[in-house]
């Protein structure tokens, strides 16, 4: 059984820190690009950062200089660190890993279920 899971999540005052993380779980061969997706309510699910497997970096403009993500290879891990939050950072994370499951032959993407960032004003 394949599992994406994130923890980190809560309430938090603005200008405050919150760090998310994200595991990936089972008959893994390799895993690419993993990255992190928000969702506010009545928006569209956005890309926050990604991260390549040797650790290139994007963001989306609006949280450059105040997230960073980054990962463990070894631990099949990815985690956001998010700082200096604002009330439009207020969402339903989502973790995302393209993994190479054993028998596959091609990266296939797989969600998380999401945790929620509420940052209060």
């Known amino acids: 059984q394949v599992q994406v899971v994130e923890s980190g999540g809560g309430l938090v005052q603005a200008g405050g820190s919150l760090r998310l993380s994200c595991a990936a779980s089972?008959?893994?061969?390799?895993?690419?690009?993993m990255g992190w997706y928000r969702q506010a309510p009545g928006k569209q699910r956005e890309l926050v950062a990604v991260?390549?497997?040797?650790?290139?970096?994007n963001y989306v403009d609006s949280v450059k200089g105040r997230f960073t993500i980054s990962r463990d290879n070894a631990k099949n891990t990815v985690h956001l660190q998010m700082n200096s939050l604002k009330p439009e950072d207020t969402a339903v994370y989502y973790c995302?890993?393209?993994?190479?499951?054993?028998?596959?032959?091609?990266?296939?993407?797989?969600w998380g279920q999401g945790t929620q960032v509420t940052v209060s004003s």
């Open positions: 089972g008959s893994i061969v390799s895993i690419n690009t």
């Open positions: 995302k890993a393209d993994l190479l499951l054993d028998g596959n032959y091609y990266y296939i993407p797989h």
């Open positions: 991260i390549s497997r040797d650790s290139n970096t």
